[in-house]
Each structure stands twice: as structure tokens, then as C-alpha cells.
Nanobody, 124 residues
Framework: QVQLVESGGGLVQAGGSLSLSCTAS????????MAWFRQAPGKERTFVAS????????YDFDTVQGRFTIARDNTKNTLYLQMYRLKPEDTAVYYC?????????????????WGQGTQVTVSS
């Protein structure tokens, strides 16, 4: 089992920045794909970004538009999401996810482990 704990969410004004972290514990695998998803109230959970075991990132460009950066530090078992130029439409609960194996996926079904989520609220 792998446990994931997100942190770093909060309230920020439009145009501001936030940095999210996700620390993994348990039977972690530095070669596993990891990802960030988000879920706004009343909406489905959607893909934001993923990173492979070889540190290759993938973004949902419609969502991110060059404003977010995903990274991982395997020495700390930590996944990061740096968010810049935040917009009110970025308001959501952000979830960290880890796969057991395989390539990164854009779909929640591609991930076996999930954190509890961290709230990001962007005020206009």
C-alpha cells in the first residue's frame, strides 16, 4: 500500500501562485507514474498533469496553459505542483495520485492510490 498526503492548498488572489506537495509513504516506487487531478464542486475529477518514473511530464494544456509545473523528488518521495497566474476557474480540490505500474494516464482509473485532496481557492 502507498499513502499519499497533499499539502500547500489555500486561498489566493487571481494572478497569484501556490505550490502543492504530495508526500508518499509505504511501499513507494520511484518508477511509478504520478499525477495531479482536480475536482471542482459539482464536476468530475479531471486531469491536470502527470509525470513518469523517468521524470517526463505531461500536462492538460487546455487547463494548465503553461501556468503549472509538475516535478518529483524521489529522494523525498514527494510530488510537486507549482501553480502560477492562478485564475478563479482553478478553484478546486487538488488530488495527488500514484500508479502501481505503467505509463502515466490522463484518467483516474490509471491510478491505484489517492491522497485526500487539498483545497485551492482563487478569489477574483
Amino acid at each position: 500500500q502507498v499513502q499519499l498526503v497533499e499539502s500547500g492548498g489555500g486561498l489566493v488572489q487571481a494572478g497569484g501562485s501556490l505550490s502543492l506537495s504530495c508526500t508518499a509513504s509505504g511501499r513507494t516506487n520511484s518508477n511509478s507514474a504520478m499525477a495531479w487531478f482536480r475536482q471542482a464542486p459539482g464536476k468530475e475529477r479531471t486531469f491536470v498533469a502527470s509525470i513518469s518514473g523517468s521524470d517526463s511530464p505531461t500536462y492538460d494544456f487546455d487547463t494548465v496553459q503553461g501556468r503549472f509545473t509538475i516535478a518529483r523528488d524521489n529522494t523525498k518521495n514527494t510530488l510537486y505542483l507549482q501553480m502560477y497566474r492562478l485564475k478563479p476557474e482553478d478553484t478546486a480540490v487538488y488530488y495527488c495520485a500514484a500508479a502501481r505500474w505503467g505509463d502515466p494516464s490522463r484518467y483516474p482509473s490509471g491510478y491505484a492510490y489517492w491522497g485526500q485532496g487539498t483545497q485551492v481557492t482563487v478569489s477574483s
